[in-house]
């Protein structure tokens, strides 16, 4: 159950949705900065945050539906009454690529790679803030922890059954402080960098933040399920997408830059392997609970090697005058 913050009258005000709106606030407030600094359109800019908090509504209302619909009475009542009900964090990825695009097909602005740059840097500061709403409910948690018992790993939830307090994982921490990482690693790349390839930082952010929820959504005793199968994570599989796709999208640039070299297929195929074996540890994990630290901790290095392999073929891709700091 969400604490409350304010009761008046009839209207109640819980303490998740203030942070929630204030996660709303600040991604944009960040989004305004990085994309009018970078010379961006005002007018698509100040158009963007409402559209995207529109479509970013209906698209985490429309995720949490197709993997929760027994929370609902039916589609319709899902997608009309946002009263109750819940919302998935993917519906915010893309609300913000169809609020992009959007505007660049109504030409209010001519470069949706940056847009996208700007709403990726300023999502992450977003996600830190908001993942913390989970400190006023019982969301976004894992297993049972017997010697933690502070955050930033574990939290206090009570079971609603014997109405023991029990100290479980908090992935939601974790979360938050994985994306606080990427937002000053992002920033600090942005500032320092002189000249980059428009719509980069975006994919670095959906890859490492994608390999970051491979390992972490797996830890949640409420995780989002493919309905096909039931036990399927819907971020798991979409985290692993975004890696395929940076993978794809920067050796794609490095063939075009250095042309085809031997020494990129034993590249591909080790990162071929180690996504195997990440997924090899998400099945061990799922039949051997008791050795979860075992399994996490090689899936992480095993996301970690790609992610690292992956920035490796962008910048021996990347032009040196690309990668050259500010004076």
Known sequence: MDAIAVIDGRTVIY?????????????????????LG?????????????TAMVLSLVCARFFHWYSRADSYSGFLDAMTNYRSGGYALTGVFLGCVLTALLLRLIRLHRNTPMM????????A????????ASLFNSSDRGQILS????????WPVTNAV?????????????????????????????????????????????????????????????SLFFRSNGFVSVVQVLGALAVVLAIV?????????????FWCVPVWLLMAALIGGAGYME?????RGNEAVFAYSVMSACLAAVVGLTLLVRWLATPRTETAEEP
């Open 162 to 222: 014997s109405g023991q307090t029990e100290y479980r994982l908090a992935t939601f921490m974790i979360q938050s402080m994985v994306a606080a990482g990427l937002f000053a690693a992002l920033t600090v790349y942005d500032r320092r960098t002189r000249r980059r390839r428009d719509g980069d930082i975006c994919l670095i952010f959906l890859m490492c933040y994608g390999a970051s929820q491979v390992v972490l959504d797996s830890t949640r005793y409420d």
């Open 283 to 287: 099945y061990y994990v799922q039949r």
């Open 147 to 154: 010697s933690l018992k502070s955050l930033p790993f574990a």
């Open 15 to 35: 303490w998740n949705g203030i942070v929630l709106t204030l996660a709303a606030c600040v991604a944009a407030c960040f989004f305004l900065s990085f994309y």
């Open 116 to 123: 996208l740059d700007c709403m990726s840097m300023a999502g």
């Open 38 to 50: 970078r010379g961006g359109s005002v007018a698509a800019g100040f158009a963007a945050i409402p």
């Open 249 to 261: 999208v920067f050796s794609r640039r490095l063939i075009r830059t250095r042309g085809f070299r």
């Open 125 to 132: 500061a977003g996600i830190a803030v908001g993942r913390l």
